[in-house]
């Protein structure tokens, strides 16, 4: 993975000062090597290698993290500012109809799509919707989309035998006018290779009916020809989104910047299976993890700045600064590592805390013993919590009846508690949480 590439390079680099050219650029290969393996095309690979280059050169490396994470954050943050923005809404506010059509190879999951589109508009935002297939192509094509159309219950336009695309969106564009639709969705033919006979038909129909959203619908799966993909397309017709299918399989997701990257258009879906329910909005913070694979140290990151409130952050830092941290702080703690997924990543983070992790537990630490102490912690008093040296032979053995646990069971967590508060002491020494929380964003 690309943390472990990174890691190797930056070994050397450890306790310096600011990043400079050279091994801003020697991790930089690294990260090119991963976007490829990632699916992502080679040209996209190498501007967005530049862009990170710039962004990284000349930054001081945080007291608090290596040079190696220092970089992941950048590439990362480059990453989500490309891939971004993640609030992408359907641009569907206007006089009715507005008409929605999808393009793309065929296969990339246009009708699948088409209907979640209008379940999601039909249900959550109560839009009456109608679909109309213009797959004239495809045996059976419009039945495909009818028989979709009755599971999600929106309507579809009545079938003529014989009609081209064209005539089928001046006739749908009639009937929704006609009987007061919001949306009208088109279903598009698409080939297994981009040709002009459909760019053509394409046109045609874009013209006619003129879409207020035009999204290009891309397998994910797309390697390298993603960007041969989204250049005719986007050449072709105006498209104003993209919507990336098939996310829910082992894609890494390096179509998603390609897209982005030559249509300039904002990835607003993301299909996530088969069912008509299986679509979300995308998510660019969860795809740039996902194409640096890198689960450890940018999805930790993340889920810290989401999840560790600045209020928490600055009490504990107060306590700290006064010596205590104590058995309400630990719960705190363990609250917020079930939040954000574990201490395995946490402890990683925080220099310091490699120790209190080994201490916790010799195997996985799981939800189930974040639960387990949690429960400890709630069977002492008041007086205890805020004194765990109180906590005498008598009174463990109380705790570990009162919460289902045995005594060896409460000596961990007090010893953990320990550790913990000599981790948080050297930690302030190192420049605190604050300096860390900064750093998160
Ligand atoms: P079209 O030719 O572009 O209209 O593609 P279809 O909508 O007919 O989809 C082709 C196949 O891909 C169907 O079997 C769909 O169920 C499947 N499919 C579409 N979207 C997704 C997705 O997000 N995830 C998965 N796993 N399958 C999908
Ligand atoms: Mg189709």
């Known amino acids: ?22 091994d801003v650029r020697t991790a930089m290969r690294e990260v090119r090597v991963a976007l490829l393996e990632a699916d992502v095309a080679l040209p996209v690979a190498r501007s967005f290698v530049d862009k990170a280059t710039e962004a990284a050169i000349g930054q001081d490396v945080l007291r608090s993290v290596t040079p190696g994470q220092q970089v992941v954050k950048i590439v990362h943050d480059t990453l989500v500012d490309m891939l971004g923005p993640d609030t992408a809404e359907l641009d569907i506010a206007v006089t009715p109809p507005a008409v929605v059509m999808l393009v793309g190879l065929q296969g990339s999951g246009k009708t699948t799509t088409t209907a979640k589109l209008a379940k999601l508009l039909s249900g959550r935002e109560r839009k009456k ?23 999600v219950e929106v309507a579809t336009l009545p079938i003529v035998a ?13 009937a929704a006018k006609l009987q007061g639709f919001d949306v009208l969705m088109l279903d598009t033919a698409g080939r297994l290779h981009v040709d002009q006979a459909l760019m053509d038909e394409m046109k045609a129909v874009s013209d006619i009916a003129r879409p207020n959203e035009t999204l290009l619908v891309v397998d994910s799966l797309t390697g390298q020809d ?3 993909v989204a250049t005719s397309f986007s050449e072709q017709v105006p498209l104003t989104g993209v919507v990336l299918t098939r996310m829910d399989g082992d894609a ?5 910047l390609s897209m982005r990257a030559v249509t300039g258009k904002p990835i607003k879906f993301a299909g996530v299976g088969e069912k008509l329910d299986a679509i979300e909005p995308f998510h660019p913070k969860r795809v740039a993890g996902r194409i640096l694979g890198m689960g450890d140290v940018v999805s930790l990151v993340e889920r810290a700045a989401e999840s560790i409130q600045a209020e928490d952050a600055e009490r504990i830092a107060n306590r700290m600064a006064k010596g205590q941290f104590d058995m309400n702080d630990l719960r705190a703690q363990l609250q ?18 490699k120790k209190a992790q080994a201490a916790m537990a010799s195997g996985a630490v799981d939800e189930k013993i974040l639960l387990r102490m949690d429960a400890m912690i709630t069977s002492m008093t008041p007086k205890e919590r805020a004194k765990p040296e109180l906590l005498n032979a008598k ?27 000599t981790a948080m002491k050297k930690l302030k020494k190192m420049g605190g949480l604050k300096g860390m929380m900064a750093m998160l964003g």
């Open 252 to 256: 890494r997701g390096g179509a998603a």
């Open 395 to 421: 009174r463990k053995i109380r705790v570990a009846k009162g919460s289902g646990t045995t005594v060896q069971d409460v000596n961990k967590l007090l010893k953990m508690h320990q550790e913990m508060s």
């Open 226 to 228: 993603a960007v041969n």
């Open 129 to 151: 919707v109608l679909m109309a297939s213009l797959d004239v192509n495809r045996p059976a094509a419009q039945e495909q989309l009818a028989v979709l159309g009755q599971q």
């Open 1 to 22: 993975s690309l943390s472990d590439r990174l890691g190797g390079v930056f070994d050397r680099l450890r306790g310096r000062g600011a990043l400079t050219e050279a």
């Open 162 to 174: 014989g009609q081209q695309p064209v005539d089928i969106a001046r006739r749908a564009l009639q």
């Open 336 to 353: 917020q590592m079930r939040r954000m997924g574990g201490l395995g990543a946490l402890a990683g983070m925080i220099p310091g805390m």
